[in-house]
């Protein structure tokens, strides 16, 4: 009969004490990692590498700004004048346009195609303005002559279709009047100023028969008047 059982004898382990052979991939004690410790505890904090951007919104189209900021993004060329600064998308332009014009097939028809959709675009855009234009102005004067037939009072349009200049000849619109309130405002002061110094210059002028002592300054201030006028002439016609 056996005696009680023993526990089963260890295997040789080498001590804790024991001698460590330092070698490869076996560091000294001293310089081992310690659980719970940073081997490089001097080292980029933890968070600090940079995130990614976000990302953008579904309605948020980043790419077409991206796009459009590097076509308007100045760059410097050679010119025959001299280095200029020009928008990316003029250099790629003129880039086209000088290799089409030295006989490049490929840009000739690119440069071709690119000047027959921005003149399409053109002419639909004025059409469409001349239309809107000729619509305003017709259905407005039949607006003004229910308005003037039944003696209904109420504020003019602004712009007023009188001040809608159609020529139908070279299908050009121009308006010669307010087209807001606050335009309307301003105008009102221009033209009070107009009369104000058209009234001015007659006098003057019945004062050099009057005061030839004085001719020489009320010449000089004819001439400033008639300065200021011719101003506010261009932007307010007769």
């Known amino acids: 009969m056996s005696g009680p059982d023993k526990p089963p004898a260890r295997a040789n382990l080498p001590s804790k004490r024991a001698h460590y052979e330092v070698g490869y991939a076996k560091p000294p004690l001293s310089t081992r990692f310690r659980r719970g410790q940073s081997g490089n505890p001097s080292g980029r904090r933890k968070g600090s590498i940079k995130k990614n951007a976000a990302l953008p ?70 059409d469409e303005w001349l ?40 299908g050009s619109v121009r308006i010669k009047g307010p087209m807001t309130k606050e335009d309307k405002v301003r105008w009102d002061q221009l033209r009070d100023l107009k009369v104000s110094i058209k009234e001015n210059i007659k006098e003057m002028t019945v004062l050099l028969d ?16 008639q300065r200021v006028l011719k101003m506010i002439s261009a932007v307010i016609e007769d």
């Open 210 to 225: 009057t005061r030839p002592e004085d001719r020489d300054q009320i010449t000089d201030e004819i001439k400033h008047s």
């Open 57 to 126: 919104a579904l309605n948020d189209e980043r790419l077409k700004t991206i796009i459009l900021e590097e076509a308007y993004r100045s760059i410097s060329i050679n010119d025959p004048n001299g280095q200029v600064d020009i928008p990316m998308a003029q250099a790629v332009v003129r880039s086209l346009a000088v290799n089409a014009a030295k006989g490049n097939q490929r840009a000739q028809r690119l440069f071709t195609e690119l000047l027959t959709s921005v003149e399409r675009d053109n002419k639909k855009l004025h």
């Open 131 to 170: 239309r809107t234009a000729i619509n305003y102005k017709v259905e407005w004067d039949e607006e003004l002559a229910r308005r003037k037939k039944f003696g209904i009072e109420a504020p003019p349009p602004l712009p007023h279709p009188d001040d809608i200049i159609i020529d139908m000849n070279t």
